[in-house]
């Protein structure tokens, strides 16, 4: 099991909205939402705001797809929020995802906008096996958003984190 402790308190996971495949000669990294991609992260982003859920810190990879789906979350959400983009969430590991989220002392709330198969495993890592399964049986969704909130560590459970919601386009 995986433990991080407060700050922050709620992480927010979001894996990118659905995107297109690479054109010819066109890098992975470049790859922009498709027309059902930018549907997703504008319904993920309107059902996020108003269910009140305002991040201190968005963190997104610097790849196209990412940044479209942050750019979703800061128009929704609050204009004011500035994304900060950082290059190792692409392709970033499990340790990487985590490191970045336990980095950041100084926020409340984080969102963290990524790829799988990396969110997955940070879920899994976060509030174990069995809740992650139940709570995305299918896998972790183009646009899903998981909210998980800090509730310590409780007897019979080796998760302190347990997750709130788990919002879908």
Not at 19 to 45: C, K, T, Y
Not at 66 to 76: D, G, K
Not at 92 to 97: P, Q, V
Request: charge should be negative; hydrophobic fraction near 40%; charged fraction near 20%.
């Amino acid at each position: 099991m995986t433990t991080i402790t407060p700050p922050p308190s709620r992480i927010y996971l979001l894996r990118h909205a659905k995107s297109g495949w690479a054109e010819p000669g066109q890098h992975d990294f470049d790859r922009p939402l498709d027309n059902q991609g930018f549907a997703q992260a504008e319904i993920v982003a309107d059902k996020a705001a108003d269910r009140n859920y305002r991040p201190d810190i968005l963190i997104s990879s610097t790849a196209m797809r990412c940044r479209q789906t942050a750019e979703a979350i800061r128009r929704a959400i609050s204009e004011e929020i500035e994304p900060v983009f950082i290059d190792e969430l692409y392709n970033g590991s499990l340790g990487t995802y985590l490191a970045i989220l336990a980095g950041q002392r100084d926020s409340n709330s984080v969102m963290l906008v990524g790829h799988n198969p990396t969110m997955e495993e940070v879920l899994e890592g976060l509030i174990g096996a069995d809740q992650m399964v139940a709570a995305v049986p299918g896998g972790y969704p183009p646009a899903g958003l998981a909210v998980l909130d800090y509730r310590g560590f409780v007897a019979g459970s080796d998760a302190a984190w347990t997750l709130t919601d788990f919002l879908t386009a």
